[in-house]
């Protein structure tokens, strides 16, 4: 099992332009997100999807569009960057159900808008 | 709403006990999750424990719940260089809907040797 898989790895984008950034896990979890993480803010949720077509916003979901077309992948859009979304992003993925089913996390993309 | 507050730092010698503090506001709260942080990875989970357990114990770690006053705290016995990451701990509650997790500023820790 590779796991949670995320690319790229880094990005630098200039203000306005549009990126996609790939998520995938080969576990046949329910349960995708992606999260955010800037200093001293921890981690915050932008959008989470609890199977293949059922998506929904988290805590910061504008500037950010997902959609879930397979169990396996969970892309996360940026359609017009700005140096706010400046950000390391990290996807998860859980099986659905009780609070013991761990959420494993990709290596995260480190994203700069200039 | 639901918040979760940590300190940012905690420095300690090698060997010694690290400490790390956490509070949360949500008293619905049904698990709560310590994850580890290494530089440039992502998140692993350490431990978790159930709202209705005060103590959970695994190997070096163990975890202190005080659900009264909303207090989570993980103790590292024996602390290592190999410990110094950053600490988050997380709360899932049932105001949030249950998959989601409601995660700390994080406590960085640094262990000199």
């Known amino acids: 099992n590779a796991g949670v898989t995320q690319t790229p790895k880094f990005q630098v984008l200039k203000t306005g332009q549009s990126m996609t950034l790939q998520c995938a896990q080969d576990?046949?979890?329910?349960?995708m997100s992606w999260y955010r993480q800037d200093p001293g803010m921890g981690l915050r949720l932008i959008h989470y999807?609890?199977?293949?077509?059922?998506?929904d916003q988290g805590e910061v979901p504008n500037g950010y569009n997902v959609s879930r077309s397979t169990t396996e992948d969970f892309p996360l859009r940026l359609l017009s960057a700005a140096p706010s979304q400046t950000s390391v992003y990290f996807c998860a993925s859980s099986a659905l159900g009780g609070g013991e089913d761990t959420q494993y996390f990709g290596p995260g993309t480190r994203l700069t808008v200039l | 709403g639901e918040d979760v507050e940590q300190s940012l730092f905690l420095s300690v010698r090698e060997g010694d006990s690290s400490v790390i503090n956490c509070t949360y506001t949500d008293s619905s709260s049904t698990y709560l999750y310590w994850y580890k942080q290494e530089p440039g990875a992502g998140l692993q989970l350490l431990t978790y424990?159930?709202?209705?357990?005060d103590m959970k114990q695994d190997q070096r770690l163990t975890v202190l719940l005080n659900k009264k006053d909303k207090h989570l705290s993980l103790r590292i016995a024996d602390t290592q260089t190999g410990d110094s990451a950053i600490y988050f701990c997380?709360?899932?509650?049932?105001?949030?809907?249950?998959?989601?997790?409601?995660f700390g500023t994080g406590t960085r820790l640094l262990v000199s040797p």
């Open positions: 576990m046949n979890h329910e349960y």
């Open positions: 424990i159930f709202s209705n357990m």
């Open positions: 997380a709360e899932r509650t049932l105001n949030t809907g249950f998959q989601k997790l409601v």
């Open positions: 999807s609890v199977g293949a077509g059922i998506t």
